[in-house]
């Protein structure tokens, strides 16, 4: 493998750091995160072949990568073509964060699961192909798992050092740290060593991208970022496979990540802080609403304020001259709370799933959030309880924080940890319930049974392809 003659020279960087980490770290050390990368695997099935047949954009990307793609060894949950690997990693990724359901990192800012489980079963999947060197081989349920591992951890690690930035100036972390996660995950599977790796963050650090632009019409450009972080990171390693060098420095030097994307006077080294020993993954939280981590505070907050009421709610329901006022940190504010015309009256999902006002008023009036919520966007008692909340901003929270006060009349409640995340964590047992009526409208009960028998047993399993075929419809 070929290397920049200048890296001789080059002290040990971020960059380095991070693909010796990805090399280094075995199936033993993964253990710490073990529930959380079980709970976001299992999620990420039931909500990337729910996605197939429930949400309006998946039929147009669907097309247009059928167009694309001849036959190959990729998988796409709830469908039966096989696809390249690449686009097979485009589409999971896409179907995945379509619903915007998926899992979360609140102090990352961004969704880890979504690009690398893409990428990794992609990247086994071509592995495990006849069109691999040697006629392919056998993945292990213990390699497979080890590459999500260091995915989810690099693009957690880079996400906390710059997605405030990124969200800041108009990127959308899951995409520009994902693709880094992803890299890391196809690398691993492909057998690369420290010095492949670095190469292949190199690569890819031309292919981070992902504008939020979309969020000023509710464009569908934010549910396909994971995939095409995922689609990059094939690319990548076919690159590096070929004997591509790749740029050094990718992250840390003076063009790379941190300093192009996100503008940081210099290398931030808590990047690579106590890793192996301390996972910045274990943050991950898995979503019970399909809407903007930030709303979900909100959303609490009108259940509890909901059972003051209860069990008359609608005669109950605050008189027009009531306060209704939700205090939020900044971010969450900036992000869903502000004044803006399509924060209070959202006429589309995307908008919607950004928009605290729409949230809080279904929660208030049905005591549910869930996919099937936004068809009350045009429903106007929804609308004129957006209209009549007022949000304010606590400077004292820490940027990101999720906490949330709500007040109605002399009524008020706070939500410090939102159920899902490490404070209030959902477990597998609550994973697996919001699991099975999503796949059993694919795959049918028994189906969805004998994915779940599978997914218990991924650990012992020595061909991933048996638990790969059973995600196929």
Request: net charge negative.
């Amino acid at each position: 493998m070929p290397h920049a003659s200048s890296e001789e020279t080059v002290p040990a960087s971020i960059t380095r750091k991070l693909a010796e980490f990805v090399h280094q770290t075995t199936w033993d050390d993964i253990q710490p995160i073990r529930n959380v990368l079980e709970c976001g695997l299992l999620d990420y099935i039931g909500l990337a072949s729910y996605a197939v047949d429930h949400v309006a954009s998946s039929p147009v990307f669907i097309e247009a990568v059928n167009n694309l793609s001849a036959t190959g060894p990729g998988s796409v949950l709830g469908l039966s073509r096989r696809y390249q690997a690449q686009y097979s990693a485009l589409l999971n990724g896409t179907l995945v964060h379509s619903m915007d359901w998926d899992d979360t990192n609140s102090v990352a800012s961004l969704h880890p699961g979504a690009s690398a489980i893409s990428a990794a079963l992609a990247q086994a999947e071509l592995e495990m192909s006849a069109a691999a060197p040697g006629g392919g081989r056998k993945v292990t349920g213990h390699e497979f798992l080890t590459a999500v591992a260091v995915g989810y951890e690099v693009t957690c690690r880079l996400g906390r050092s710059i997605s405030d930035v990124l969200h800041r100036v108009g990127f959308h972390p899951t995409c520009v740290a994902g693709v880094f996660g992803a890299a890391a995950t196809a690398g691993k599977l492909a057998g690369f060593d420290a010095g492949q790796i670095e190469h292949l963050f190199g690569v890819v650090g031309s292919m981070a991208s992902g504008s939020l632009q979309c969020f000023e019409n509710g464009g569908w450009n934010k549910r396909f970022h994971p995939g095409i972080a995922a689609h990059n990171a094939l690319l990548g390693v076919q690159f590096v496979k070929a004997g591509m060098v790749g740029a050094a420095r990718a992250i840390d030097g003076k063009r790379g990540l941190l300093y192009a994307y996100a503008r940081l006077p210099e290398p931030d080294l808590h990047i690579v802080d106590a890793l192996s020993s301390f996972w910045e993954t274990s943050n991950t939280a898995i979503k019970p609403y399909p809407s903007c981590r930030l709303t979900h505070g909100p959303i609490e907050a009108a259940y509890e304020l909901r059972k003051h009421f209860l069990p008359d709610l609608d005669s109950a329901l605050p008189l027009d001259d009531t306060t209704i006022e939700v205090t939020v940190g900044s971010k969450a504010f900036q992000g869903v709370g502000s004044t803006a015309p399509n924060k209070i009256r959202p006429t589309n999902i995307v908008e919607g799933q950004f928009s605290l006002y729409f949230q809080f008023a279904v929660a208030w009036l049905h005591g549910r959030n869930t996919w099937d919520s936004y068809r009350l966007l045009q429903d106007e008692k929804v609308l004129a309880l957006c209209r009549r909340i007022t949000v304010r901003v606590d400077d004292d929270l820490r940027d990101g924080s999720l906490v949330t006060v709500a007040r109605i009349g002399d009524r008020a409640v706070k939500i410090e940890h939102p159920l899902g995340e490490p404070g209030n964590p959902i477990g597998l047992p609550e994973v697996e319930a919001k699991f099975l009526p999503m796949a059993e409208k694919v795959y049918g009960v028994q189906g969805a049974r004998d994915i779940l028998t599978l997914f218990h047993d991924l650990e012992n399993q020595d061909d991933l392809s048996v638990f790969t075929r059973a995600l196929r419809t």
